[in-house]
């Protein structure tokens, strides 16, 4: 499986929302902390530099969190990568 490529932030949430429902976000100086099911995926980027609304994020950051998650099929489904 290719590791290349983003992922739109909303995008994002919407996976979670099916994948991991009941999830936590919480946004740090340069990371959204992930915590679900009491596992914790610290280092989600928050963007690049200006104005993140719907900040791209690379594919292979998001695979690392749906392992470290647990959900890493549903979350490969979900966003067809």
């Known amino acids: 499986m290719s ?3 983003t ?8 996976m979670l929302e ?3 429902p009941g999830f936590e976000k919480k946004k740090t100086t ?3 902390r992930v ?6 995926f610290p280092s989600l980027p928050l963007g690049p530099h200006g104005k993140r609304d719907n ?5 292979g950051h998001i695979k690392k969190m749906a392992r470290t998650l647990g959900i890493y099929d549903c979350a490969l489904a979900f ?3």
């Open 35 to 40: 915590t679900w099911n009491g596992n914790c």
């Open 30 to 32: 340069h990371n959204w």
């Open 3 to 5: 590791s290349f490529g």
């Open 18 to 20: 099916h994948c991991a």
């Open 79 to 81: 966003l067809d990568l």
């Open 55 to 59: 900040a791209e994020i690379q594919v």
């Open 7 to 14: 992922v739109g932030l909303k995008r994002i949430w919407d």
